[in-house]
Each structure stands twice: as structure tokens, then as C-alpha cells.
Nanobody
Framework: VQLVESGGGLVQPGGSLRLSCVVSGTIFSMYTMGWYRQAPGKQRELVASITSGGRTNYVDPVKGRFTISRDNTKNTVYLQMNSLQSEDTAVYLC?????????WGRGTQVTVSS
């Protein structure tokens, strides 16, 4: 199982980015997908998740600003991030758990700075 993230970069406060995570090696549509982030010196935290049925969940700091979605025809999960703030600066990683095994991508860096 491989997960490959893309779409990160440098953006000014208030800007937007859309992250993508392409999954291969498994039946993508069957599993819950999650986006996590890890800032320097901080623990990795779950940002958003989406079930196989499309149910979504977000942590409070990103509610109303971030949207997670999936396209099962493309084996891809997305994270649309709007109204970005400096506190959103982190490496963003996608994750799935298959038969009790957790799979991670390498991550994509998001830097919010003026």
C-alpha cells in the first residue's frame, strides 16, 4: 500500500491550498482516510477524516476552513484548506488503517507566512 501526498507549498495568511493523496495497492473505496499534520516540536494530530461512506470529521481549529473529500474513481483523498493561518504550518500526511496496520505517506510541507 502506498500513499503519496502533493499540493503543499508556501502561502500567505488567508490563502488557500488543496492537498491530494493518491493511494495505490488496496481497494481505496473501502477504507477511512485521514489527514494528519505535524508541526516542529509538536505531536502529530489528526486534522480531518472521511469514511468509506463519506462521513467527515474535523478537529475544532479547522472546522469551517478545511474540507476533506474523496474521489474513489481516482483513489484520491483531498484536503481543501482555506483561510490559512500561521498555526496551520506543518507537514501534512495522509493515513489509512487496513487490517490493524497503519499506512502513511511521506507528507507534504505547508508553510503559511507573509
Amino acid at each position: 500500500v502506498q500513499l503519496v501526498e502533493s499540493g503543499g507549498g508556501l502561502v500567505q495568511p488567508g490563502g488557500s491550498l488543496r492537498l491530494s493523496c493518491v493511494v495505490s495497492g488496496t481497494i481505496f473505496s473501502m477504507y477511512t482516510m485521514g489527514w494528519y499534520r505535524q508541526a516542529p516540536g509538536k505531536q502529530r494530530e489528526l486534522v480531518a477524516s472521511i469514511t468509506s461512506g463519506g462521513r467527515t470529521n474535523y478537529v475544532d481549529p479547522v472546522k469551517g476552513r478545511f474540507t476533506i473529500s474523496r474521489d474513489n474513481t481516482k483513489n484520491t483523498v483531498y484536503l481543501q484548506m482555506n483561510s490559512l493561518q500561521s498555526e496551520d504550518t506543518a507537514v501534512y500526511l495522509c493515513n489509512t488503517i487496513i487490517v490493524l496496520t497503519s499506512y502513511w505517506g511521506r507528507g507534504t510541507q505547508v508553510t503559511v507566512s507573509s
